[in-house]
């Protein structure tokens, strides 16, 4: 590790996962770098892997699922390997995750205040309950919930997605986390409440500089968030840039497609071309193609992409790129 | 007959549907006797007409009661009160026998190409299915249309003896876009078809129904979350706010210059794919949306608008004509 401003660093992670049919490279060989107060973005299309490196560093791969190599120094502590109660103490405390599903991810026969309190006084043993009542109140409207004192009592079916939402944010963050990891944080909302709860994000990454892991889907939500991007396919990383980079110049024909087949709500577009659409679908993880995994559905693939697998080259300005076209 | 009052209309286009002053109301059913408690305003007085050929999208957030608005169209849900005109008969009033008739020209594609497709039949008989019910096709005669409309979704005729588990998301929507075809349909009612798919999947079913309305001259009513997909693909939006039309206009116009409050913040919040325009100062809509079992008094966005007056609190607005659109707003962005 080098630099003091790395907070997690990631190197040459594999989760495979064995199954009866045969191994699952979900993860395969990826090494992603986040620095203290960074907003990195993971995308890529269901099956990817995006969801399992997210797992994987929170240590919540379960069999047939193992972390197969690699290392995830998390303030230069190898994640991998390290005991249960010491993740224990980490999670919730100084890595923290928020995920897709508000309505699975809190329990419901608790009330919601008291579900953020246990955080708390989990990993502040000589905390009192009042004072941790106190914390959760504030952070409550921190977040945004109204009527935060109510609210603490209310148990989850009583609350909206939105504000469901806001309370699994204020228990991911009750501890200040240092990195925070956020899985497709807002595809359940509606798009005003999307908005809100991005803004929300944003804004106390400000203030706590937490760093974020942003992981989704949808490009917009990166355009808006991410300060650096990561682009998965089958379980590899195909591209990575700046944000500004990757959507001005994309390099991989996978980004390049993906960037071309949304349509945008801020212009309009021309439909007698119809929409440029990648063709063909994401290959099956338990049949991989041979060389490069995109190139069944690449326009560009030639015969060298089909026997070998490219390396992911540096570009230039951080920008990495894993495409035959590119050399060092 | 009734005399029906042309809205919003031109001359030049036909329409093949007119929907006036639809309400569907579910009640709420509380207690041990299922007492009816309340009532939800899924669809409250909804009137617009459909132009044959176009597509008309209908967009909102959940529980506005777009799905709702959808399949009451269909019959799929009954109506509480309203009437809706498809070619001049009153779909409300029809026997079952005369709507078994009808539903040969109108018919849905789902949002879950997992839920919507029976798994324990094979593709053949699931797009089959509405050649034997309606058109009593023999066997031959089905194959032969199955393999056509297979082939014209995109899927591999050899595909006809699986079943739906054996599919991707994507393939299986073609299947249910396939069935939905199979008996020549001019209205179809897409509700979310391609909210459940990837991206890289998305477009490819966004071409397919494109390709297929301009090759059988189908009427959609497009009924979608995804601001996005819909500027590219309508040519007419429907803004829906608990369970009202708030804004009816053609998707550019709304979309550049929205008039009602409600589609300007909506428009504003899908996260644009550019990151250049993060500069911009982002408009965002406080508050939640309101319960469609008791909504707000007066205009029923009132609650959460950044403009509201007096006025608004008390009084509903009604969907008035303003610069060739309809918008439900006491002081319109004009």
């Known amino acids: 590790m080098n630099d003091a401003s790395t907070i997690l660093e990631i190197n040459n992670l594999k989760t495979y996962f064995y199954t009866d049919k045969g191994v699952v490279p979900a993860v395969d060989d990826i090494s992603i770098k986040v620095k203290k107060g960074q907003i990195i973005g993971i995308v890529g299309e269901s099956g990817c892997g995006k969801s399992m490196t997210s797992l994987s560093i929170m240590q919540l791969i379960a069999p047939p699922g193992k972390i197969a190599g690699g290392e995830i120094l998390f303030q230069n502590k190898n994640l991998v390997g390290i005991s249960?109660?010491?993740?224990?103490?980490?999670?919730?405390?100084?890595?923290?995750?928020?995920?897709?599903?508000?309505?699975?991810?809190?329990?419901?026969?608790?009330?919601?205040?008291?579900?953020?309190?246990?955080?708390?006084?989990?990993?502040?043993?000589?905390?009192?309950?009042?004072?941790?009542?106190?914390?959760?109140?504030?952070?409550?409207?921190?977040?945004?919930?109204?009527?935060?004192?109510?609210?603490?009592?209310?148990?989850?079916?009583?609350?909206?997605g939105g504000l469901r939402q806001r309370v699994m944010i204020a228990m991911a963050l009750i501890c200040r986390s240092k990195l925070l990891i956020a899985d497709e944080p807002t595809?359940?909302?509606?798009?005003?409440?999307?908005?809100?709860?991005?803004?929300?994000?944003?804004?106390?990454?400000?203030?706590?500089?937490?760093?974020?892991?942003?992981?989704?889907?949808?490009?917009?939500?990166?355009?808006?968030?991410?300060?650096?991007?990561?682009?998965?396919?089958?379980?590899?990383?195909?591209?990575?840039?700046?944000?500004?980079?990757?959507?001005?110049?994309?390099?991989?024909?996978?980004?390049?497609?993906?960037?071309?087949?949304?349509?945008?709500?801020?212009?309009?577009?021309?439909?007698?071309?119809?929409?440029?659409?990648?063709?063909?679908?994401?290959?099956?993880?338990?049949?991989?193609?041979?060389?490069?995994?995109?190139?069944?559905?690449?326009?560009?693939?030639?015969?060298?992409?089909?026997?070998?697998?490219?390396?992911?080259?540096?570009?230039?300005?951080?920008?990495?790129?894993?495409?035959?076209?590119?050399?060092? | 007959m009734h005399k029906i009052q042309e809205l919003g209309g031109d001359d030049v286009n036909r329409v093949l549907m007119k929907v006036r002053n639809v309400k569907t109301y579910f009640p709420v059913e509380k207690g041990m006797f299922r007492k009816k408690s309340a009532m939800v305003h899924a669809v409250d007085d909804i009137s617009f007409d459909i132009y044959e050929g176009e597509t008309l999208a209908i967009v909102g957030e959940s529980g506005c009661g777009k799905s709702t608005l959808?399949?009451?169209?269909?019959?799929?849900?009954?109506?509480?009160?309203?009437?809706?005109?498809?070619?001049?008969?009153?779909?409300?009033?029809?026997?079952?026998?005369?709507?078994?008739?009808?539903?040969?020209?109108?018919?849905?594609?789902?949002?879950?190409?997992?839920?919507?497709?029976?798994?324990?039949m094979k593709v053949t008989d699931i797009i089959g299915e509405p050649l034997v019910t309606h058109e009593s096709m023999n066997k031959k005669e089905k194959d032969e249309r199955v393999a056509e409309l297979m082939e014209v979704v995109g899927l591999r005729k050899t595909y006809g003896n699986r079943y739906p588990h054996m599919f991707s998301g994507g393939q299986r929507q073609r299947i249910g876009i396939a069935r939905a075809l199979a008996l020549n349909p001019k209205f179809v009612v897409c509700d979310e078809p391609v909210s459940a798919l990837d991206v890289s999947i998305q477009s490819q079913i966004i071409n397919l129904l494109q390709k297929l309305q301009e090759q059988k001259q189908l009427t959609y009513l497009f009924i979608s979350h995804d601001l996005n997909v819909v500027r590219y693909f309508s040519d007419r939006i429907?803004?829906?706010?608990?369970?009202?039309?708030?804004?009816?206009?053609?998707t550019n116009e709304v979309y550049d210059h929205p008039l009602h409050p409600y589609t300007k913040f909506l428009v504003a919040a899908a996260p644009v794919p550019d990151p250049h325009e993060r500069s911009k100062e982002k408009l965002i809509l406080e508050g939640e949306i309101p319960s469609p079992i008791n909504p707000p008094s007066g205009c029923r966005f009132h609650t959460r608008c950044p403009y509201v007056q007096d006025r608004c609190k008390s009084q509903e607005p009604e969907l008035k004509q303003i610069e060739g659109r309809m918008v439900a707003c006491h002081y319109p962005l004009v």
């Open chain 1, 187 to 328: 595809t359940a909302l509606d798009v005003t409440i999307e908005a809100q709860i991005l803004k929300l994000m944003k804004n106390l990454q400000e203030e706590i500089d937490t760093s974020i892991i942003m992981i989704t889907h949808n490009l917009g939500i990166v355009a808006e968030m991410c300060d650096y991007v990561y682009v998965m396919y089958a379980g590899k990383i195909m591209e990575q840039a700046d944000v500004y980079e990757l959507f001005d110049h994309p390099k991989h024909p996978y980004t390049e497609g993906l960037l071309k087949s949304i349509p945008r709500s801020n212009v309009q577009q021309n439909k007698e071309k119809g929409l440029y659409s990648i063709k063909g679908m994401v290959p099956n993880m338990l049949n991989l193609p041979k060389g490069c995994r995109f190139h069944p559905r690449c326009i560009y693939a030639e015969d060298a992409c089909r026997e070998v697998e490219p390396d992911l080259v540096d570009v230039g300005e951080g920008h990495l790129v894993r495409c035959i076209k590119y050399k060092n």
């Open chain 1, 84 to 160: 249960k109660a010491e993740m224990r103490s980490l999670r919730g405390n100084e890595l923290s995750m928020i995920f897709q599903e508000p309505m699975t991810s809190l329990n419901p026969v608790y009330p919601v205040g008291k579900q953020v309190a246990e955080t708390l006084l989990l990993h502040n043993k000589h905390m009192k309950k009042a004072e941790a009542k106190q914390k959760v109140i504030e952070m409550f409207k921190m977040v945004g919930i109204p009527e935060p004192e109510e609210r603490y009592r209310v148990f989850p079916h009583q609350l909206s």
């Open chain 2, 70 to 120: 959808g399949r009451t169209l269909l019959r799929l849900l009954d109506a509480t009160e309203g009437e809706a005109y498809f070619e001049d008969q009153n779909i409300f009033e029809l026997t079952s026998k005369e709507l078994r008739q009808l539903r040969k020209q109108m018919q849905i594609i789902f949002q879950d190409p997992f839920a919507s497709l029976n798994p324990r």
């Open chain 2, 238 to 250: 429907g803004v829906m706010f608990v369970g009202k039309i708030m804004e009816l206009g053609p």
